[in-house]
Every structure is written in C-alpha cells, then in structure tokens.
Nanobody
Framework: QVQLVESGGGSVQAGGSLRLSCVVS?????????VAWFRQAPGKEREAVAV????????YYMDPVKGRFTISQDRSKNTLYLQMNSLKTEDTAMYYC????????????????WGQGTQVTVSS
C-alpha cells in the first residue's frame, strides 16, 4: 500500500524558513514519473508549487516561489522535500505532496497519490 506522509509545517513569521518532508512508503520515490508539492489556501484551488519529472525534464516552480523554494528528493530516505525560504504571508496554505507513475500535466487530476497535508502559516 502506497502512503505519502508530510511533516514540517507550522507557524513562522514572514522572512522565515521551513522545510517540508514527505516520506513515501510502499513505492520507490524515484520510480514515479512525477513528484510534486501542491498548496491550497482557503477558498482557492489547489495548485502545483513545484514538480520534479523523471528523465531530463526541467523542474517546475510556480512563479511566486521561484528563487525562494527548492524541491528535492532523497532516494536513500525515499523522501521528498520542499525547502521554503523568505516566506511571505501569501504562502500561507495547506501543503500536499503528490506523485504519479505516469507523467502528465501539473493539474491535481493527473496525480494519483496524495499525502494528508501539512499546514503552513506565515504571519507578518
């Protein structure tokens, strides 16, 4: 049974940093065609923050986080990370890790495996 479990969320002041982790069990993370972090703020749609694709495809970052967030994966720990620096109040959201064995678009509909989410709250 495949499970994705996030951790690392919390409350932080603007300008601070957090590192989110997503431990994958039941499947080797690097065998997924795409792994990603999504976020969803209250009243808004879930959107892809960063996506790693298998092969030589470039990593995707949504424009608001470019230069501040870094997505990475550690095969030895079967874990996906999201390093978030210079956090802003607009980064406040529930963050989810997601994965799929087949490559597709960045739409949440193309991801078949999801974690339960971890809350990130950034205060001014």
């Amino acid at each position: 049974q495949v499970q994705l479990v996030e951790s690392g969320g919390g409350s932080v002041q603007a300008g601070g940093s957090l590192r989110l982790s997503c431990v994958v069990s039941g499947y080797t993370i690097t065998n997924y065609c795409m792994v990603a972090w999504f976020r969803q703020a209250p009243g808004k749609e879930r959107e892809a923050v960063a996506v790693i694709y298998a092969g030589n495809f470039p990593t995707y970052y949504m424009d608001p986080v470019k230069g501040r967030f870094t997505i990475s994966q550690d095969r030895s720990k079967n874990t996906l990370y999201l390093q978030m620096n210079s956090l802003k109040t607009e980064d406040t959201a529930m963050y989810y890790c997601a994965a799929n064995s087949v490559c597709g678009s960045k739409s949440p509909r193309d991801f078949g495996y999801w974690g339960q989410g971890t809350q990130v709250t950034v205060s001014s």
